[in-house]
């Protein structure tokens, strides 16, 4: 099976690979291509973005969660029916884990699924130190995957010289370039934020951007490097890992797991709910915000992460939702709740301002901010007692959090992947699992299925 794949990826940060994989999306889309979106790395927003204002279907690839097969065959499982695939990456093209290793790199992540990179690159204020700058990147490349580059930030007049001689000299494909200009900054949201009122505005610049995007940039290069030769294996499923539950697989009725989604709670990896689905469970959104109770006949509650900062008093007035789900969780509903979800449920939530909102009142402890960064980046937790995980095993997870807590739980061991610091963290129990950091379920399949047949298990005759 061959599939026509492409990564848009930077030297750094802030390089313009935002902007250059939206607007090739969205090119893409009015050709009627039927692109596929991946994002490297652990980032909730850019594939919400992707979803949200380009309407493409957008999935997270990440070495570190799953490993070099299991990433892989995510990929093909995903892009299989696509036109193209168009990966944005993470950082620097090489920057990987602890900045340091190739690990959960955009360079590791192409490696594994051979698929060449068009390079965006910032050269404002460089002349023909550009072609240096570039040699430095081709020579760390060994698996010579980098096949062009797309200049941000430069003048058609110096592109049109430079261009010749970054082709010429280091036989690197340039498809095009783009001017300095505000209006093609995609800016910083908060925390990637779109709010309902900003869509339309969004959308419009997207579409300026876009058709300014095909005068500058030949969009018919970029797929023609993105059909370079190369055969994928065939896409596999998930397996069947040591540990498997299989007690769902006789369930008469599915169960159905409540998910919080709305404006404060929007963070949830596709895989993440593709993995509920595919272990028997049905989900049903409902909103803390808006609705006043919890979906008739749930018997499972997801709290993804989320803004709860930012609704914490429209959050606070809705007592009838807030009342609903305390009563669920006291009777032992099983509930995951991660980072905003867990600021939910704590009995009140501080906010910048020093204003304390009441929450849900299943944790008796408040969540306040911090000013700072409070922990950030990749961890591997492992239960003290078994509960949702076989015993032993690990999950992955990310941490990316200004707010803290009074209590934030020690029933798991969490550990950083480089420096190997430890640390203990999160509320768990036979039918909980509460606190900061983001799981991927997909680094480890077993705590989907446990929390499905703890689901199936449960007592949901009650009104809730």
């Known amino acids: ?33 039927q692109p596929a979106a991946f994002k490297c790395g652990p980032d909730y927003i850019d594939p919400a973005f992707h979803e949200k ?11 570190f969660f799953t490993g070099d097969e299991q990433t892989g065959r995510l990929f093909r499982s995903h892009a299989a029916g696509a036109g193209i695939a168009v990966m944005e990456g993470v950082m620097g093209l090489y920057d990987g ?15 594994i699924t051979d698929t060449p990179i068009v390079l965006a690159a910032d050269v404002k204020g460089m002349g023909r130190s550009v072609l240096a700058f570039l040699a430095g990147y081709l020579q760390y490349d060994t698996q010579h995957l980098i096949k062009g580059v797309i200049l941000n930030r430069i003048s058609r ?18 498809p095009g370039y783009l001017p300095e200009k505000e209006s093609f900054h995609m800016g910083s949201r908060h925390l990637g934020l779109v709010m309902p009122g900003e869509l339309e505005g969004i959308k419009e610049k997207l579409a300026e951007l876009s058709k300014e995007f095909e005068k500058t940039v030949s969009v018919s290069e970029i797929i023609r490097i993105a059909e370079r030769e190369g055969e994928t294996p065939e896409a596999g499923g998930w397996g069947k890992p040591a540990g498997c539950l299989a007690r769902n697989v006789c369930i008469d009725k599915k169960p159905v797991i409540a998910v919080a989604r709305d404006e404060a709670f929007c963070f949830y990896y596709r895989d993440n709910l593709q993995l509920l689905w595919e272990n028997g469970a049905e989900t049903a959104f409902f909103s803390p915000l808006h609705d006043e109770k919890l979906p008739d006949g749930c018997s499972g509650l997801l709290l993804g992460g989320g803004y709860p900062e930012l609704y914490a008093e429209k959050l606070s007035r809705n007592i009838a939702m807030r ?51 409070v922990r950030f980046g990749y961890i591997e937790m492992q239960e003290k007692e078994s509960h949702f995980l076989p015993e032993g095993s690990k999950i992955k997870g990310h941490e990316f959090h200004y707010y803290d807590s009074t209590y934030n739980g020690d029933d798991i061991t969490a550990v950083k992947p480089v420096t190997e610091k430890r640390y203990s963290c999160i509320i768990a129990g036979e039918n909980y699992w509460m606190g900061f950091p983001h799981l991927y379920y997909p680094s480890n399949p077993a705590f989907a299925r446990a929390f499905v047949d703890k689901a199936a298990a449960w007592d949901n005759t009650e009104q809730v």
């Open 1 to 33: 099976m061959k599939i026509k794949r492409i990564m848009i990826a930077a030297p750094k940060s802030g390089s313009g690979k935002t902007t250059v994989t939206c607007a090739l999306l969205k090119v893409l889309r009015n050709r009627g291509e």
């Open 53 to 63: 204002v380009l309407g493409i279907p957008s999935y997270n690839l990440d070495t």
């Open 97 to 111: 884990l602890g900045g340091i290793r190739e690990e959960g790199s955009s360079y590791h992540l192409a490696k």
């Open 157 to 174: 007049g110096y592109y049109e010289i430079i261009k010749p001689l970054i082709e010429r000299e280091l036989h690197l494909a340039v």
């Open 323 to 373: 009342m609903s789900i305390k009563r669920a969780v006291k009777r032992g509903m099983p509930t995951v709740a991660e980072c905003g979800g867990f600021m939910y449920l704590h009995s009140a939530l501080i906010d910048k301002e020093g204003t304390s909102h009441g929450m849900a009142g299943v944790i008796p402890a408040k969540c306040y901010d911090t000013g700072k960064l």
